[in-house]
């Protein structure tokens, strides 16, 4: 189990403590109201949910999806400072859905150059196009495989980065943590660490034939049974 990441802010005793399972995007809302409850929240999510921009992320440079993570960490984020605001704006901005018109924000984001950047501190900027550059240059280290920046996530790519540049899923979370300012109390913890890819599978049995190794399930076979579900 992944080790738990102090960031900020005082202790709460009075607050309650929780623990929740839950995916990503689908579980935003209710951390919205968990925070207006308690900050003192244990979040552990899974790491293979490779749909929108995580998908090409993991086609090109492998290891576990991350885009459930950084959905969490964002709705964890401070908020109460404009530079915290400007920072949370930066980390959750996609790139436009046309490739060409993506690729030419994504370079504007990289060289400093866009608007998002307004807000954000030299110390912050640094650090987060630090590990944005890194991003960027494993993509080039992969000349044979062409990256598609369409709706990308710029929180996505910072996120990929530090993983690549530690090796370590555990110090891309508490990096990420850091740069968002999540309370102390806060844990956003993987399922698994690992910095492997990791695919959802499932075996079902239907209409008494039995189907092994069903990846990515969208909905219910008519006539299945589901009878186990792993990572591979």
Not at 53 to 74: F, M, N, Q
Not at 123 to 128: D, H, K, L, Q, V
Not at 172 to 193: N, T, Y
Request: net charge neutral; charged share 20%; with cysteine.
């Amino acid at each position: 189990m992944a080790a738990h990441f102090h960031c900020s802010s005082n202790p709460r005793p009075s607050q309650p403590s929780l623990l929740v399972f839950s995916g990503g995007t689908a579980f935003n809302g209710v951390v919205e109201e968990l925070k207006k409850l308690t900050v003192r929240v244990a979040h552990v999510l899974p790491v293979s949910d490779d749909g929108g921009s995580t998908a090409e992320i993991v086609r090109v440079l492998g290891g576990p999806a991350v885009g459930d993570i950084r959905s969490r960490c964002l709705r964890l984020a401070d908020e109460s400072t404009s530079e915290a605001l400007a920072v949370r704006r930066l980390l959750g901005h996609r790139l436009p859905i046309n490739p060409q018109q993506a690729k030419s924000e994504w370079y504007k984001i990289l060289e400093g150059e866009h608007s998002l950047w307004e807000g954000v501190s030299k110390p912050y900027r640094e650090t987060i196009r630090a590990f944005l550059a890194y991003f960027q240059n494993e993509i080039l280290r992969r000349p044979n495989e062409s990256f598609c920046f369409s709706n990308g996530s710029i929180g996505n790519f910072f996120f990929a980065g530090a993983r690549i540049f530690f090796q370590s899923l555990d110090a891309a979370i508490f990096l990420f943590s850091r740069v968002s300012d999540i309370p102390a109390e806060s844990l956003v913890l993987p399922v698994i660490s690992t910095n492997d890819r990791l695919t959802l599978g499932c075996e079902l049995w239907v209409h008494m034939t039995y189907l092994a190794n069903y990846l990515s399930p969208t909905g219910p076979v008519v006539g299945s049974s589901l009878t186990r579900c792993d990572l591979i």
